[in-house]
């Protein structure tokens, strides 16, 4: 077991230290491309970049999921309080048919 987590963590290790490696190569991609635009083209970037992404997080919170969301039956029950049984209800039998 302990050889396990140990390859495990150095398995997390390798993939960490590559993902980082990329994150430096794009950063210094994008820091080039960045230095070559005057500071008013920049700026304007930036603002665009800024309502882009406040745009998509309100879009987010005020639209529902999609259709998905509308069509899954359920999706609307509301858990019951802790101590009470949960989930849907289960017909049976005896809850149809009266004896």
Not at 14 to 38: E, F
Not at 61 to 85: D, F
């Amino acid at each position: 077991m302990l050889r396990s987590k140990q390859k495990q963590d150095e398995l997390a290790k390798a993939i960490a230290v590559k993902i980082i490696g990329w994150q430096g190569a794009l950063a210094a991609v994008l820091n080039k491309q960045a230095n070559r635009l005057s500071k008013s083209t920049q700026k304007w970037a930036l603002l665009f970049l800024c309502l882009l992404a406040t745009s998509g997080l309100i879009l987010c919170l005020i639209m529902p999921y999609g259709r998905l969301a509308m069509s899954q039956p359920g999706s609307s029950y509301q858990s019951s309080p802790i101590g009470r049984p949960s989930g849907l209800p289960k017909l049976t039998d005896s809850l149809i048919l009266k004896k």
